[in-house]
């Protein structure tokens, strides 16, 4: 549980900022600091929180050595553009699974797939990070 003292960290930081906004709205620091900077901060923490519990997991997964490896075909594959980023997702078919595994993967993967080409595909089964993928002379591995 490594992020939990940055979580603290952050979470007190966001209060000093508060603070200071509210004690001395007028002063040099209190006017540089946004109106709604502490809800804006705090709207951050989910997200880190979120993207903390799915490395645990992965790492969980990597350290039982738990690894699945499937025949699949790609059904569908998504470009997501938010304001801040775009993500890349494809939908993978397995036979006996319904609704279809969902991964992110990096643009190069994403672009290079066509949809419903037969692909191997290794992922962990928790955080669901694809661990290498195989496609028609295509190879995908994210650390070597």
Partial sequence: MRFLP???VISLVIIALMALKRVAPDSFLGALIPEHLGLS?????????YAAVLRIHLVR???RGVKIVREAVLENKKKIDSDDSTSF???VTVSGSSPPLTFQVPEEVHDSLVKGQAIRISYAP????????????YHYLPVE
């Fill in 6 to 8: 940055l979580l603290l």
């Fill in 89 to 91: 997702r494809i939908f």
């Fill in 41 to 49: 901060l705090l709207c951050l923490i989910p997200v880190y929180v």
């Fill in 126 to 137: 928790r955080s669901m990070v694809v661990l290498e993928l195989q496609s028609n002379g």
């Fill in 61 to 63: 997964d990597l350290a």
